[in-house]
């Protein structure tokens, strides 16, 4: 029959593939993952723009990088790493600074020489204005860590282009995953691994799919019922591990969780180097756009064609119904209506939800990763034991 495999997987991302190459190689079991999207790979897919030759991140650059020793070990199994390493600039008030906030960056912005003491001293006192108050939201976080001139420089109007919330309505932890240096080191990343794809992100996703055991149908959804492995037709038949969003898979009954959805516009530009960085952002409100990535500069140890450049712009907003859900807004009513959520899908039996829409989490790959190696080993295994 249709329904002849041990394992159902819904969506073919990094959290489902993993689950996939784990049950083949290590459980022998029959895997069918079924992809909505024409490709495999979920958001971190990648391919060659057809006229430059340079290979692009479609949904938004993925820059890979890990502390997780398992997590390094499990990957390296199907691709090797550059040793790329990622930096980001921004432009403000037409100059251009570095990211994150690290001493060049108050330098230039004060004109100043200061020392990594004298520029603490200068925050601190800048903080002050807080009162000691323990910082409630984005905007208070902030300027507790690099004070108002910075906070108003670099982060008010990128925050309020990305979010289109007020920053006195977001939740602090936000900025918290942007350090802040008080020497030169501008590195984005503090992980012990850090490169991109040798050979670029499909030929390692396609690797993890490459096995007898596993199958994998593309253009195929869920909950199209004209389809053999949809919902009602596998309720109960095999253990399903669902990466969709969670709150589709119950119909939408507790009310819709809310999205950030991204806007790309590609761009070949006739010159060899555009901005002369992988990623430049854009601080200012008046720039519509949050950023520019610029592809070539994720592989300088690639034999690139110099003529032309492949560019792409950035636009944030939140996302309708046909819209890619990208990052989770986890408003207070989100996080409630989750509550409501995480219920239901503890009581529906041999459904695994994970990955990033399955959970509602923000998850970099190397977390959908190890999400999924540890559930595979705490909940997949218990099914088939
Ligand atoms: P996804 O990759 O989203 O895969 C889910 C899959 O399920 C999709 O292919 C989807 O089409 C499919 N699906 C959904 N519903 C159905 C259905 N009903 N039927 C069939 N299939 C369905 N991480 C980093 O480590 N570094 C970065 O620099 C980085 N940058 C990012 C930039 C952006 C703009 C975004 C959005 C994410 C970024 N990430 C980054 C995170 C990274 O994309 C995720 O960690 C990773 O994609 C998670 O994998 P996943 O399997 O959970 O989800
Ligand atoms: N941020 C900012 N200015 C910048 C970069 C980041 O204000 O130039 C803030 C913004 O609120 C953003 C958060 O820091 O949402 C996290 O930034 P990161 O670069 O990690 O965002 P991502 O790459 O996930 O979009």
């Known amino acids: 029959t249709d329904a002849d495999t041990d394992l159902l997987i819904v969506g073919s991302g990094f959290f489902g593939l993993t689950i996939a190459e784990r049950a083949a190689t290590q459980l022998g079991l029959k895997a069918t993952i079924i992809e909505r999207r024409g490709h495999?790979?979920?958001?971190?897919?990648?391919?060659?723009?057809?006229?430059?030759?340079?290979?692009?991140?479609?949904?938004?650059?993925?820059?890979?990088?890990?502390?997780?020793?398992?997590?390094?070990?499990?990957v390296n199994q199907f691709t090797s790493f550059t040793n790329y390493q990622h930096r980001v600039y921004a432009t403000h008030n037409?100059?251009?600074?570095?990211?994150?906030?690290n001493l060049g960056t108050v330098n230039q912005f004060f004109r100043a020489a200061y020392g990594p003491d004298e520029a603490r001293a200068?925050?601190?006192?800048?903080?002050?204005?807080?009162?000691?108050?323990e910082p409630e939201n984005l905007e208070e976080k902030a300027i507790s860590l690099i004070g108002r001139p910075l906070y108003?420089?670099?982060?008010?109007?990128?925050?309020?282009?990305?979010?289109?919330?007020?920053?006195?309505?977001?939740?602090?932890?936000?900025?918290?995953?942007?350090?802040?240096r008080y020497t030169y080191d501008n590195h984005y990343f503090k992980d012990t691994h850090e490169g991109l794809p040798v050979d670029g992100y499909t030929p390692w996703l396609e690797r993890m799919a490459d096995h007898p055991n596993i199958e994998v149908r593309l253009n195929t959804d869920f909950f199209d019922e004209s389809q053999p492995l949809n919902k009602t037709a596998m309720a109960g038949k095999v253990p399903i591990v669902y990466?969709?969003?969670?709150?589709?898979?119950?119909d939408h009954t507790l009310g819709a969780l809310s999205w950030r959805t991204l806007d790309f516009e590609k761009e070949v530009k006739p010159t060899g180097d555009f901005q002369g960085c992988a990623v430049m952002n854009y601080s200012d409100e008046d720039?519509?756009?949050?950023?520019?990535?610029?592809?070539?500069?994720?592989?300088?140890?690639?034999?690139?064609?110099?003529?032309?450049?492949?560019?792409?712009r950035e636009y944030s907003r939140?996302?309708?119904?046909g819209d890619e859900p990208y990052y989770p807004v986890n408003t207070p009513e989100d996080r409630e209506k989750l509550e409501g959520y995480r219920k239901l899908a503890e009581a529906e039996p041999n459904v695994l939800f994970g990955g990033r829409l399955g959970t509602y989490k923000y998850l970099d790959m190397h977390m959908a990763i190890g999400s999924a190696l540890s559930r595979f080993d705490n909940v997949v295994r218990g099914w088939f034991a």
């Open 94 to 101: 037409g100059e251009v600074f570095p990211l994150p906030i």
């Open 40 to 74: 495999i790979g979920g958001n971190a897919y990648s391919e060659i723009d057809p006229e430059t030759g340079i290979e692009y991140h479609k949904y938004g650059a993925h820059l890979f990088h890990t502390s997780n020793e398992r997590v390094w070990e499990y």
């Open 287 to 312: 720039v519509p756009f949050t950023r520019i990535h610029e592809f070539r500069h994720f592989h300088p140890e690639r034999d690139y064609q110099t003529e032309k450049t492949l560019i792409m």
């Open 152 to 180: 108003e420089a670099f982060i008010k109007g990128y925050t309020a282009k990305q979010w289109q919330t007020a920053p006195t309505k977001l939740s602090p932890e936000i900025i918290t995953r942007l350090p802040v």
């Open 243 to 250: 990466t969709g969003p969670i709150d589709r898979y119950f």
């Open 122 to 133: 200068l925050i601190a006192e800048q903080a002050q204005e807080l009162g000691g108050k």
């Open 318 to 321: 939140f996302a309708g119904g």
